[in-house]
Every structure is written in C-alpha cells, then in structure tokens.
C-alpha cells in the first residue's frame, strides 16, 4: 500500500506564499506522473498543476495559477512541492495531492492514489 501524506497550507493573507509538500509512504513505487488538485466549497475537484515523472520532470498548470504556482519534486523520493505565491482568496480550498501510475494526460483526475488533503485559506 502506498499513502500520500499533505503537509504545508493553513492561513495565509492575500499576496502570500505558502508551500505544500507531498510525501509518499509505504512500499516503493514510481508513478508516472503526482499532481495537486482543489476543491472549494461547494465546487468541484480541479487540477491544479501536477509533474509528469517519467522521462524527465515535466510541470503542468491550471490557467488561473501559471505564473504564480510552482509545481516540483524532491530528486531522491517521491515527494512533490508545490509552491503558491501571490495567493488570491479564490485560492482557497482543499488542497490534494495524487499519484498515477499508468500514462496519460497529467490534467485529467484519472490518478490511483489520493491524499487526505491539506487546507489552504487566504485571506482578504
């Protein structure tokens, strides 16, 4: 069994940074691609950003954080990062880490393993 433990988040004023971290525990495995999703209130799940593993470290982002998001990962382990800057209160959320084994496309929510999730609350 592989577990994905959320860590970082919390409250952050608006304009901040924060840093979410994702640690895999439990047997060895090497997922094709970890991404990070959200979930609001209310609203559904959405990618966020998320790292395509195999053949290099390749990120991807969702349009309403490029530019302000940093996907990336640990070179020894399979934990990623994901660094948030300039937060906005619509970044609020619970924050998901996930693992994928098989190839495809890193945005879809197609992923095998979840985290618990982390909260991340920005405000105004």
């Known amino acids: 069994q592989v577990q994905l433990v959320e860590s970082g988040g919390g409250l952050v004023q608006a304009g901040g940074s924060s840093r979410l971290s994702c640690a895999a525990a439990g047997r060895t495995f090497s997922p094709y691609a970890m991404g990070w999703f959200r979930q609001a209130p209310g609203k559904e799940r959405t990618f966020v950003a998320g790292?395509?593993?195999?053949?290099?470290?390749?990120?991807y982002y969702a349009d309403s954080v490029q530019g302000r998001f940093i996907a990336s990962r640990a070179n020894a382990n399979n934990t990623v990062y994901l660094q948030m800057n300039s937060l906005k209160p619509e970044d609020t959320a619970l924050y998901y880490c996930?693992?994928?084994?098989?190839?495809?496309?890193?945005?879809?929510?197609?992923?095998?393993?979840w985290g618990q999730g982390t909260q991340v609350t920005v405000s105004s």
């Open positions: 996930a693992a994928r084994s098989s190839p495809g496309f890193v945005r879809s929510h197609e992923y095998d393993i």
């Open positions: 790292i395509r593993l195999i053949g290099g470290s390749t990120s």
